[in-house]
């Protein structure tokens, strides 16, 4: 299947009448760190800036990045509640510079303590704009692949919304009636 791009994103959110938002994340995991204190393996997400509409993302402190940060690539970030304490301890971290993947961003906001899930540890995160991201870790890549989501008006309308999105990218990816679709629609009931 080809890569998913934000030229698809801004395509499909033109012809979804049923949807009230449609927004893009992509997905790495990388070394941060703040001077001598490194954190290996961390959960980076590049994220459009109407995510606060689709992911759960309390802030504790601070604030979300904004369109003009996600339009001009601006190098800030929103970190996890345990990435702050170990990387800030005892300071406020607002202002402060972190690397991610060696490149300096500034830390905006905070994300209110999530625990664990799965297993996994959801407060060493950090959410990053997706174009930043992009500059970062390239538009394409093995286990990058930038997944859209789409949010219905309401429950009736998701196999509408489905129904549109996957017309939408059938024709956007000049897809024939008897091929097969080279894209995946999941919806959160699955």
Same mark, same amino acid.
């Given at each position: 299947?080809?890569?998913?791009?934000?030229?698809?994103?801004?395509?499909?959110?033109?012809?979804?009448?049923?949807?009230?938002?449609?927004?893009?994340?992509?997905?790495?995991?990388?070394?941060?760190?703040?001077?001598?204190?490194?954190?290996?393996?961390?959960?980076?997400?590049?994220?459009?800036?109407?995510?606060?509409?689709?992911?759960?993302?309390?802030?504790?402190?601070?604030?979300?990045?904004?369109?003009?940060?996600?339009?001009? &690539?601006?190098?800030?970030? $929103?970190?996890?509640? #345990?990435? %702050?304490?170990?990387?800030?301890?005892? /300071?406020? =971290?607002?202002?402060?510079?972190?690397?991610?993947?060696?490149?300096?961003?500034?830390?905006?906001?905070?994300?209110?303590?999530?625990?664990?899930?799965?297993?996994?540890?959801?407060?060493?995160?950090?959410?990053?704009?997706?174009?930043?991201?992009?500059?970062?870790?390239?538009?394409?890549?093995?286990?990058?692949?930038?997944?859209?989501?789409?949010?219905?008006?309401?429950?009736? &309308?998701?196999?509408?919304? $489905?129904?549109?999105? #996957?017309? %939408?990218?059938?024709?956007?990816?000049? /897809?024939? =009636?008897?091929?097969?679709?080279?894209?995946?629609?999941?919806?959160?009931?699955?």
């Amino acid at each position: 299947n080809p890569a998913l791009t934000l030229d698809d994103l801004e395509y499909i959110d033109e012809r979804l009448s049923l949807a009230t938002l449609v927004g893009a994340e992509r997905s790495a995991r990388s070394d941060v760190w703040r001077g001598e204190e490194r954190l290996t393996g961390v959960h980076i997400e590049g994220l459009t800036a109407n995510y606060p509409d689709f992911k759960r993302l309390n802030l504790a402190a601070g604030r979300h990045f904004t369109m003009l940060e996600v339009t001009r &690539s601006h190098h800030v970030a $929103i970190i996890g509640h #345990r990435l %702050a304490q170990d990387l800030f301890t005892g /300071l406020d =971290p607002l202002g402060r510079k972190i690397k991610v993947d060696n490149r300096p961003f500034t830390v905006v906001g905070v994300i209110e303590e999530k625990g664990r899930m799965l297993g996994e540890d959801q407060d060493t995160y950090v959410a990053i704009p997706i174009t930043s991201f992009e500059k970062l870790y390239g538009r394409h890549g093995r286990g990058r692949s930038l997944a859209i989501v789409a949010k219905a008006v309401d429950a009736e &309308s998701v196999p509408g919304l $489905i129904d549109e999105m #996957r017309a %939408a990218m059938r024709q956007r990816h000049r /897809l024939r =009636p008897a091929d097969a679709d080279d894209f995946d629609v999941t919806t959160s009931e699955a």
